[in-house]
């Protein structure tokens, strides 16, 4: 069974349009000793899911004007094709988004345009989130463009993890500095705070419930905050997953969005 | 005697004409001067009120903490029942709510797709009701450059660079991205009906200005509005007055409820950073003022001198006739005096006259304008308040006077014995 993650800059995705939760499998029998920061972030990649899902999710931001819950239904193919269709609530319902590689584009029936999403629009929120466009077209392994370090161990939801600091390699990640707190006996991440050039605190995502689902552990609830932005950030809860399912190829097309 | 000495002067052009041009001159320029410095902080102030600042506005507490980046998250909801307390409460005033917000500004190419995109920074007013005050507030009617005003629902004015930008022409189509009051995604199609040009090129780059009902439905804000803007009926801004009602207002309002969803109502200096512009301004004026009244003065206080010198043989003569030192020195005071009155009446009246008509007609000064980064008119025009019809008297009558009065403490010092001999020279 392939090992699977949730993991941050994807977990944008994970949630919204490119679900990419963490899932693992049992625990082996017997520990060998204890590895290394490099070999815990490379078992980490090693986990993303490789292959095709079908999942409805939901995320509910807390703003400054109260809750507001966004139901949404994701075809995701590996890392680089994912295909959103929101369900709910009116306002929303029939947006539809589409990400393949590095390219990203949105469909509004409003309006029936098919706009392309680059430049200073990636750094905006995506529905009103705390996750920004840019968060969800990071899909590049950690293990490439961060050195990992250790940075001590603490227990979330009854689980022993690792902390290990990751420092960007290349100049052009999204946060120079990661935080992350890995389970590493389901290589799941469960914490991450994600930092700026400065140093300073951008966002924090938090795991609230782990639930194995078809033999593997899904992270299925996660809170995610932007701390520069007033309110309690956004809550995503996966409702239901599919593994490997059969997706069209017409599904992650630019033809689909206005279907 | 004053009589006699005012048919001096008449009979004599060298005595009167040269001082009374002179001092006519000097007060004509410090008259001007004046009307042009209350005049440009005046436009100043009103730019700013009519553009953005209204002489108060009224925000939410959360929305004022933010204000630069105008967070509609925090607008204020009801905003029709705020309107009508406001008018009951201070009829004195006129009142409209507008929106502010950010976004992107897409173009289509001809299969629909993203062809060019822009930033915008956008405002949304009363432009659609025929006779709205706004369209005179945002300076619609004068900034059109290409195009028209929108006439119906679904069309939009953007700054002249952003057209360049974006390969935009009246008549084209775009789509706002933007988000809603409740932070989903806002995106609706618009048709530009027109192109402005401010003047200003923070506006030029990213300006769009849209009606206040269009921007409701696309930011989901029914009845909701950024903020509520309010200027003295009479258009004059009164410190006292706006403080004062401010003051009310914050009291009501902090009576009522504390958290960040009360309004707030904040003055023009509050706002912007425009107290300490205000105060600065002010200062500059002042001390612009005081330079050329002194500068002046010592001109008129040297006319005065050369005068008073270059009739040394009048009054010798008129010593030696026996004519006491008091009496040539108060003699030539009072035709300094009578000097001094004519020549800054003259001066106030010819100063005020160009004053009032700047004040009707401007000077426009767009040219210098092109690159400005902050907001500031493209035309100026002059002020004439109460204090310009007697500001010319500082140089016109006390300098005059007092370059006189030194002038003429030389006569005491004239001796009656060698006044023949010199005269004799």
């Given at each position: ?6 993991q ?9 349009l490119v679900?990419l939760?963490l899932?693992s499998p ?10 290394s ?7 980490v ?11 409805v999710s939901?995320?509910?931001i807390?703003g400054?004007r109260g ?7 994701s075809w995701?193919e590996?890392?680089?094709?994912a295909?959103?269709e929101?369900?709910d ?6 947006i ?8 990203l584009?949105t469909?509004t ?20 989130s ?24 603490e227990t ?13 390699t ?11 707190w890995v389970?590493i ?6 914490k ?8 300073r ?6 795991v609230?419930?782990?639930k194995?689902m ?6 299925t ?20 997953v ?6 069209p ?11 | 005697m004053?009589?006699?000495?005012f ?18 001159i000097?007060?004509l320029?410090?008259?001007f ?8 902080s005046h436009?100043f ?7 953005l600042?209204g ?5 939410t507490k ?5 204000a630069d ?5 925090l607008?204020l909801a ?11 409460k ?21 299969a629909?797709?993203?062809k ?14 025929p006779g ?16 028209r ?29 933007s ?6 995604m ?8 027109g192109?402005?040009r ?5 506006l ?15 930011l ?6 950024g ?9 004059l801004?009164?410190r006292k ?8 207002f914050?009291?009501?309002?902090a ?9 707030v ?11 300490a ?5 002010a ?19 040297n006319?005065g001198l ?17 004519e ?9 005071l ?5 000097i001094?009155?004519?020549?800054t009446i ?7 006259a ?11 000064i767009?040219g210098l ?29 006390v300098?005059?006077?007092i370059?006189?009065?030194?002038a003429g403490?030389?006569?005491y010092?004239?001796?009656t014995?060698?006044?023949f ?5």
């Amino acid at each position: 069974m392939n090992l699977r993650r949730l993991q941050d800059g994807r977990s944008f995705a994970i949630l919204i349009l490119v679900p990419l939760f963490l899932s693992s499998p049992p625990a082996p029998a017997g520990q060998a000793a204890a590895p290394s920061a490099a070999e815990i972030l490379k078992k980490v990649d090693d986990n993303a899911v490789p292959g095709s899902k079908i999942m409805v999710s939901s995320m509910t931001i807390h703003g400054r004007r109260g809750d507001r819950t966004i139901k949404a239904k994701s075809w995701i193919e590996g890392e680089n094709k994912a295909f959103t269709e929101y369900l709910d609530p009116p306002r929303e319902k029939g947006i539809k988004m589409l990400k393949l590689g590095n390219q990203l584009w949105t469909y509004t029936p409003s309006t029936d345009r098919i706009i392309g999403i680059s430049g200073s629009l990636l750094r905006q929120s995506v529905m009103g989130s705390d996750l920004s466009y840019e968060d969800m077209m990071e899909n590049r392994k950690w293990s490439t463009i961060y050195a990992a370090a250790d940075d001590g161990a603490e227990t979330l939801l009854d689980r022993p993890c690792r902390i290990l600091k990751l420092t960007a390699t290349v100049p052009d990640t999204a946060y120079e500095v990661r935080r992350i707190w890995v389970d590493i006996e389901r290589s799941l991440v469960l914490k991450e705070e994600r930092f700026g050039k400065s140093g300073r605190l951008l966002k924090t995502f938090e795991v609230k419930d782990v639930k194995q689902m078809s033999g593997r552990w899904i992270q299925t609830r996660a809170l995610v905050r932007d701390v520069l932005k007033e309110g309690d950030g956004t809550e995503f809860v996966i409702e239901s997953v599919e593994f490997e399912a059969r997706i069209p190829e017409v599904v992650f097309s630019k033809a689909s969005l206005r279907k | 005697m004053i009589r006699f000495l005012f048919k001096g002067l008449i009979r004599d052009r060298s005595r009167l004409l040269f001082p009374f041009l002179t001092v006519t001159i000097g007060v004509l320029l410090t008259v001007f001067i004046f009307c042009y410095l209350k005049g440009a902080s005046h436009e100043f102030v009103e730019f700013n009120a009519d553009l953005l600042a209204g002489h108060v506005k009224i925000m939410t507490k959360g929305y004022a903490a933010e204000a630069d980046s105008a967070p509609n998250d925090l607008a204020l909801a009801e905003v029709e029942k705020l309107i009508g307390d406001l008018r009951t409460k201070y009829p004195e005033m006129t009142w409209t709510a507008r929106i502010r917000f950010g976004g992107l500004l897409d173009v289509p190419d001809e299969a629909g797709e993203t062809k060019s995109q822009g930033m915008i920074v956008g405002t949304a007013a009363d432009i659609l009701t025929p006779g709205s005050a706004e369209l005179r507030r945002l300076k619609l009617d004068k900034a059109a450059l290409k195009g028209r005003l929108p006439s119906k629902s679904g069309e939009i004015l953007i700054g002249e660079i952003l057209a360049e930008r974006l390969h935009l022409e009246p008549g084209g189509k775009a789509t706002l991205i933007s988000s809603t009051m409740n932070g989903s995604m806002a995106t609706a199609n618009y048709t530009v009906s027109g192109i402005v040009r401010y003047g200003v090129r923070a506006l030029d780059r990213m300006g769009l200005v849209m009606d206040i009902g269009d921007a409701r439905a696309v930011l989901d804000m029914e009845d909701a509005a950024g903020e509520v803007l309010g200027w003295k009926a009479d258009g004059l801004y009164e410190r006292k007055t706006i403080e004062s009602l401010a003051a009310d207002f914050n009291a009501r309002s902090a009576a009522a409820s504390s958290d960040e969803m009360s309004p707030v109502m904040k003055t023009l200096r509050d706002q912007n950073e425009m107290a300490a512009l205000q105060d600065q301004l002010a200062a500059v004026q002042g001390a612009i003022l005081f330079v050329f009244i002194l500068a002046m003065s010592l001109v008129l206080w040297n006319s005065g001198l050369i005068g008073s010198l270059r009739r040394y043989g009048e009054i010798g003569v008129r010593l030696a006739l026996g004519e006491p030192k008091g009496g040539v020195y108060r003699a030539m005071l009072a035709e300094a005096v009578m000097i001094g009155i004519l020549g800054t009446i003259a001066g106030t009246i010819l100063g005020l006259a160009l004053s009032y008509y700047l004040q009707a007609h401007g000077i426009n000064i767009s040219g210098l304008m092109k690159n400005a980064a902050i907001m500031l008119p493209s035309t100026l025009n002059t002020r004439v308040t109460p204090a310009a019809y007697v500001v010319g008297f500082i140089p016109g009558l006390v300098s005059t006077l007092i370059g006189t009065a030194i002038a003429g403490r030389g006569i005491y010092k004239r001796s009656t014995a060698s006044l023949f001999k010199e005269l004799e020279t």
